[in-house]
C-alpha cells in the first residue's frame, strides 16, 4: 500500500550539531508534504510544509528539502538545541486525498 | 485562548463501557478529524468531518462513532469499548482543501480500557 515514512526510528544529533531527519513516500502524485513535532505528553505541532512545485523551503531554523525524483524529503534543523527533543513526522496525501502520516524519527540531543 | 482542545486528558475504562471523548475547536475551520496513535503504527484516522453533519470514515473506523451537530466539536464515541481500543487518541482541524494545508492537533486523550 501507500507510505510516507521516515527511514530511521530514533536520531542523536550533539547539541549545536544540524539535524537531518529523512522522509521516503510512495505516491508519486503526492503535491503537498508536511513537518510536524511531536514532544512527548502532546499532539503534532506543524512545523513546515512544501508543495511539490517547490524544491527547498525554508523556516526559522528548519529548512526542508524536496527531491520528486526519487520520492524522498528531509528535515534539517540547524543549531540543534535540547528543545529540539521530540518525534518528527513527515505527512502527505496518498491517492484518495487523505494525509497519511509516518511512524516517526525521535530525535535526541546529546549534551 | 483559541486553540482545539480535547477532554479528557485521560480516562480508565472497562471492556464493554461506552465511552465519549471530546474535541472543541475554535478556529471555526471546516474539517476536524480522529486519529488514534499506537506504537508500531503512527497516526492512524479514524473519522472525519467536513462539515456540520457531515462525517466520513477513516482507515480505522470498526468499534467508533462520530457526529458533528456544530462546526465547533466533533466527539467521538466508542459504544463498548474493547481493550484493542486502549490507545491514545487525537482531534485535529484544517481549514477547507485540508489535502492543501496543515492539520492542527490537540494534546490528546490517553485511554486504556480494562
Known amino acids: 500500500g501507500e507510505s510516507v515514512g521516515l527511514h530511521l526510528p530514533t536520531l542523536s544529533v550533539q547539541e549545536g550539531d544540524n539535524s537531518i531527519i529523512n522522509c521516503a513516500y510512495s505516491n508519486s502524485a503526492s503535491d503537498y508534504f508536511i513537518w510536524y513535532k511531536q514532544e512527548s505528553g502532546k499532539g503534532p505541532q506543524f512545523i513546515i510544509d512544501i508543495r511539490s512545485n517547490m524544491d527547498k523551503r525554508q523556516g526559522q531554523r528548519v529548512t526542508v528539502l524536496l527531491n520528486k525524483t526519487v520520492k524522498h524529503l528531509s528535515l534539517q534543523i540547524a543549531a540543534t538545541q535540547p528543545g529540539d527533543s521530540a518525534v518528527y513526522f513527515c505527512a502527505g496525501p496518498n491517492r484518495d486525498d487523505k494525509i497519511i502520516f509516518g511512524k516517526g524519527t525521535r530525535l535526541h540531543i546529546l549534551p | 485562548d483559541a486553540g482545539i482542545t480535547q477532554s479528557p486528558r485521560y480516562k480508565i475504562t472497562e471492556t464493554g463501557r461506552q465511552v465519549t471523548l471530546m474535541c472543541h475547536q475554535t478556529w471555526s475551520h471546516s474539517y476536524m478529524f480522529w486519529y488514534r496513535q499506537d506504537l508500531g503504527h503512527g497516526l492512524r484516522l479514524i473519522y472525519y468531518s467536513a462539515a456540520a453533519d457531515i462525517t466520513d470514515k477513516g482507515e480505522v473506523p470498526d468499534g467508533y462513532v462520530v457526529s458533528r451537530s456544530k462546526t465547533e466539536n466533533f466527539p467521538l464515541t466508542l459504544e463498548s469499548a474493547t481493550r484493542s481500543q486502549t490507545s491514545v487518541y487525537f482531534c485535529?482541524?484544517?481549514?477547507?482543501?485540508?489535502?492543501?494545508?496543515?492539520?492542527?492537533f490537540g494534546d490528546g486523550t490517553r485511554l486504556s480500557i480494562l
Open positions: 485535529a482541524s484544517s481549514e477547507i482543501d485540508y489535502s492543501n494545508q496543515p492539520q492542527h
